[in-house]
């Protein structure tokens, strides 16, 4: 018998783009930013972390616009990209299914999940609610440290006007703090849930400097109302705030509607 003929892989350009198979090169494989794939140390975990670790990769990939809405994401494709066996890929692609940041589609498979301008008005909806009950029952139930946390954060996010990328980080961390200072587990999990799917909506709306003024006025609106006990002025606060980045949304997503 004769040993079988060893094949020459192709090699890698880094010009094309994720999930999409050039015309002229359609065997070969592609890939994100090869800053994304897995460290020697994210290899020293086991199994069930390296799914974790690639549901982390691919959910950043999707929040930062590199997979964007309609991209098809083929499993081969993932884990050659991460050097990763295609069991933890598998794992990562079904949670981010189960969580509606993927969708099956005939004829084509797993693509990243579109959002309709409806469903971007319903997801607000959500939000301003459990927004306005995190800020109401933070009022009620925050310690003092956690005042006093709140109040400081206000305090940075001013300082850090202008640097666009760290108060879209600091955002998060602000929304967070409510959220904890309100002590209640099943409002962090709908919120988590809430959150997951605004990743659908693109990068952060803190990246617009007219956005990040508007937000730092109104977080230090809502810190005072936490800070003085008053859960109803909170609630107003934190509902003015979720609407106030809806219509901001709505006019960078959907600038012809009405």
Known sequence: MTAPRSRVQPAADPDRTFGKRPVRAARSRVRLRKTAALTPADEGHGHASRGALVYRKLRHAIEQGELKPGQRVMEVEVAEWLDVSRT????????????????????????????????MLELYVMREVLEGTA????????????????????KREARLQGNFEVLSRH???????????????????SLAAVNDSMCLLGKSMMLIPERAEEAQLEHSELVGAIVA??????????????????????????????
């Open 88 to 119: 933890p890929v598998r794992e990562a692609l079904r949670r981010l299914e189960n969580e509606g940041m993927l969708a099956l589609e005939p004829r084509t498979g797993l693509v990243v999940a579109s959002i309709t301008r409806e469903a």
């Open 135 to 154: 800020a109401r029952l933070c009022a009620r139930h925050a310690s003092d440290p956690e005042l006093m946390g709140l109040e400081e954060l206000v």
């Open 171 to 189: 955002n998060k961390l602000f929304h967070e703090a409510v959220h904890r200072g309100a002590h209640n587990r099943y409002l962090e999990k």
């Open 229 to 258: 006990r008053d859960p109803d002025a909170a609630d107003r606060s934190a509902r003015r705030h979720v609407r106030s980045a809806q219509k901001q949304r709505l006019k960078q997503l959907f600038p012809d509607s009405e």
